[in-house]
């Protein structure tokens, strides 16, 4: 006969404890990201649509300019912790604020493009850093 024990506090606090200390960087910083993301009310990257009209809440982890003939774009990376999107804002070449780093809660209607998710011209909050 095997006898099961109650779950205490301490199992969890120990196994907090044991991922912090196996979990890479990477993978911890997209956990607390996914937290932040879920706290806001804001969609999962990974769980958006195409066609449909989302608020994500997420951190910049690349933005360019992107010349091009007819109209400039400037495009930056948008991470939540779930996966990476896409924001295109047509006909600017820079915005103040959007940098890489930046934590960002943008609104608007999901994409397709090359196969990756992408909002145009979407609104967009500015959120406190968060470390």
């Known amino acids: 006969m095997t006898d099961t024990l109650p779950r205490t506090h301490e199992d969890t606090g120990l196994k907090r404890l044991l991922r912090r200390f196996t979990a890479s960087d990477r993978e911890l910083d997209a956990e607390a990201l996914q ?18 009209f989302a608020t994500v809440t997420g951190r910049l982890t690349s933005v360019r300019y992107t010349p091009r003939t007819n109209q400039p774009t400037l495009e930056a990376e948008l991470f939540d912790g779930s996966g990476s999107m896409t924001i295109i804002f047509i006909g600017r070449r820079r915005i103040a604020g959007i940098e890489p780093g930046r934590s960002l809660t943008v609104e608007g209607r999901l994409a397709l493009r090359d196969g990756r998710k992408v909002i145009f011209n979407p609104a967009y909050t500015l959120e406190p850093t968060t470390p």
């Open 35 to 52: 937290q932040v993301s879920a706290r806001s009310g804001a969609e999962k990257v990974c769980d958006c649509p195409r066609g449909k």
